[in-house]
């Protein structure tokens, strides 16, 4: 399993949101460049990085802050927020990210998933489901559509894509612990490979997902448990990435 630490970008700022609240947001650090060389530094294979400006609609924010991270790190960047285009899509891994992260694209407009697919392979794209008892949320989780996330994972499996993530708005950023039931019943149905998203709040919540590799759970994102120190990123990194 992988353990993805998390760095969410808002004005040039590293923070995090409560279940996607904006208003929310609390700053952590005004560097996110030092900030993820401490990810680095810990042991991290990839880390996760979500333009919020983006997801809000601004998506020409953070630029120059997200290329950084792609062009000097070392570690692979893996990058949402804001990518609702083929265009845009190039534009990034143009910059050096990994993969690219589509949420509300993957939802209004699934051929440009199919297409990106095509012109990029399918490492380098990957979907976003973000889910709300059940129902797909959009549009940086402000509007919750009828979409069912098994559902929208299917299309996203005949679109060429082996690999989604699945987020839990309703434990985002709460500590909650994650709810895996919805992750698991897709990784089963779909085959797809599964990364979650989503309460973690304790080592041992790492260590209950660690136990879902069988089903598909492929990796787990984790952000403001490290914030808040509340978990060490390098120990969960040493106990149970694989």
């Known amino acids: 399993m992988i353990i993805i630490p998390a760095i969410d970008l808002l004005d040039g700022c590293v923070v995090r949101l409560e279940q996607g609240v904006e208003s929310s ?31 809000f609609g601004r998506p020409g924010k953070n630029t120059e802050i997200i290329a950084r991270l792609a062009r000097d790190l070392t570690v692979p960047i893996e990058l949402g927020g ?3 285009s083929l265009d845009r899509i190039g534009f990034w891994l143009n910059r050096g990210v990994t993969r690219v992260i589509l949420g509300s694209a993957a939802v209004r407009e699934p051929e440009i998933v199919e297409k990106a697919v095509l012109k990029y392979g399918n490492e380098a794209v990957v979907a976003g489901i973000d889910m709300k008892d059940g129902r797909v949320a959009v549009q940086g989780w402000r509007e919750v559509t009828g979409v069912d996330g098994l559902e929208l994972a299917i299309r996203m499996k005949t679109a060429g894509l082996s690999r989604i993530i699945v987020t839990d708005i309703a434990t985002d950023g709460m500590l909650s ?27 041992e919540d790492i260590a209950l997902i660690a136990q879902q590799a069988h ?18 990123i390098g120990e969960a990194i040493r106990r149970h990435q694989e």
């Open 25 to 55: 947001a609390r700053v952590y650090s005004d560097d996110p460049y030092a900030f993820a060389q401490t990810f680095e530094a810990a042991g991290a294979r990839m880390i996760h990085v979500v333009n919020l400006d983006g997801a």
């Open 82 to 84: 804001g990518i609702r």
């Open 177 to 203: 612990g994650p709810r895996l039931d919805g992750m698991i019943d897709i990784a089963e149905k779909t085959g797809l490979r599964v990364i979650a998203s989503g309460g973690v709040g304790r080592i």
């Open 215 to 232: 089903s598909g759970i492929e990796g787990v994102i984790v952000g403001k448990a490290i914030y808040e120190n509340r978990l060490d």
